[in-house]
Structure formats: C-alpha cells, structure tokens
C-alpha cells in the first residue's frame, strides 16, 4: 500500500470510517446468526474490512474481474441484492450518506465524503463484488 493510502486510512478511521466499518461488522453478524444469511454475511464481512480500510482499493463485480458469470452476477445474484436490500443494505446506505454529508461541510472532509458515497452505492447492491487493490 503507498504511503498516502495509508495516512489517507489512518485518517479515515479517525472521522468516520471506523463506526461504518462497525455497521457492516454488525449486519455480518446479525446475517451470520441467521443461517440461512450466510451468503449475504460474507458479502458484508469483506465490505467492512473494505470500509475500514477503503484507500488503495476498490470494488468491482466479480464477472469482470474473472471474466465469467457466476452464481453472485448471475440472477441469484439479483434476487440476493434485493433480498439484501430490504434487509439491511438501506440503513448502511443511509449511514454512509449521512456521513457524506456531515464531511462535505468541511472543506478537508470532501474526499472522505465521496469516498463514503461509493460505499452507499456499494451498501445498496454488494453480492457479486469483490476488492481488488486500485
């Protein structure tokens, strides 16, 4: 990892990045408890060790980085994202937003915020993503 990824994900621990990270934490959990969540718990596992540490990576769908379909791109991948949705994806979003909101005010938190918006994106739909370094 370069050393501007790491102060950028030292700081972003420091302002906001840790409580998501904790969020995701708990949706993996609750999800893990159910059983029957398990696919969705490991999505969200990966995605909060993603949002703990977000620099010097990224997300991108699964198909693209092995380049071919699989049961998470696939149509049991979108019945998943939806179910997901429902579940638990719209408060993590909500989360990441309003955090996105408090950072833009200042003018230090703007990449933080938008950093925090293209995890609200990734709160919404995340089966079928995978990190990769960027």
Same mark, same amino acid.
């Given at each position: 990892?370069?050393?501007?990824?790491?102060?950028? *994900?030292?700081?972003?621990?420091?302002?906001?990045? !840790?409580?998501?990270?904790?969020?995701?934490?708990? !949706?993996?959990?609750?999800?893990?408890?159910?059983? #029957?969540?398990?696919?969705?718990?490991?999505?969200?596992? *990966?995605?909060?060790?993603?949002?703990?540490?977000?620099?010097?990576?990224?997300?991108?769908?699964? +198909?693209?980085?092995?380049?071919?379909? +699989?049961? $998470?791109?696939?149509?049991?991948?979108?019945?998943? *994202?939806?179910?997901?949705?429902?579940?638990?994806?719209?408060?993590?979003?909500?989360?990441?937003?309003?955090?996105? #909101?408090?950072? !833009?005010?200042?003018?230090?938190?703007?990449?933080?915020?938008? !950093?925090?918006?293209?995890?609200?994106?990734?709160?919404?739909?995340?089966? $079928?993503?995978?990190?990769?370094?960027?």
């Amino acid at each position: 990892m370069a050393p501007v990824s790491i102060l950028l *994900n030292l700081l972003w621990i420091l302002i906001g990045g !840790a409580w998501m990270a904790f969020g995701w934490l708990v !949706a993996s959990v609750i999800m893990a408890i159910t059983i #029957v969540g398990l696919p969705w718990a490991r999505a969200a596992f *990966n995605i909060a060790v993603y949002t703990l540490l977000p620099f010097g990576s990224k997300a991108v769908r699964r +198909d693209e980085v092995t380049g071919e379909s +699989d049961i $998470g791109t696939g149509p049991l991948g979108l019945l998943g *994202n939806i179910v997901w949705l429902l579940l638990a994806g719209w408060w993590l979003a909500l989360g990441h937003v309003v955090t996105a #909101v408090i950072l !833009a005010i200042t003018i230090i938190g703007i990449p933080f915020a938008w !950093a925090h918006l293209k995890l609200a994106a990734i709160a919404l739909w995340p089966i $079928g993503k995978v990190i990769v370094p960027a």
